[in-house]
């Protein structure tokens, strides 16, 4: 029974320990500017944004679906079309 009772008693110690070096971390982390939280929201915000604007660039597209891809590349840039980081 003693011997049951120290493990344990370490066992809770090293809890407490493990809290308090993550909360140290996580304090870190958040003083130094990365962003905590939930990253499945951005991720659903992301993939939305994707969505609309595929649906902004379906008529832009489809106007070029019988060209080559150069020659769509071409016709896009003409009527200046920006790929979704702002590039022609």
């Not at 070029?64 to 079309?81: G, I, K, Q, Y």
């Amino acid at each position: 029974m003693f011997t049951i009772h120290i493990l344990a008693a370490v066992a809770e110690h090293e809890r407490r320990a493990i809290s308090t070096r993550t909360k140290a971390a996580l304090a870190a982390a958040k003083a130094k500017g990365k962003k905590l939280g939930n990253y499945q929201r951005i991720a659903v915000a992301k993939q939305r944004a994707t969505v609309e604007r595929a649906e902004v660039m379906r008529p832009a597209i489809a106007k070029t679906a019988r060209l080559s891809a150069r020659a769509a590349a071409a016709e896009l840039n003409r009527r200046d079309v920006k790929t979704a980081s702002g590039k022609p």
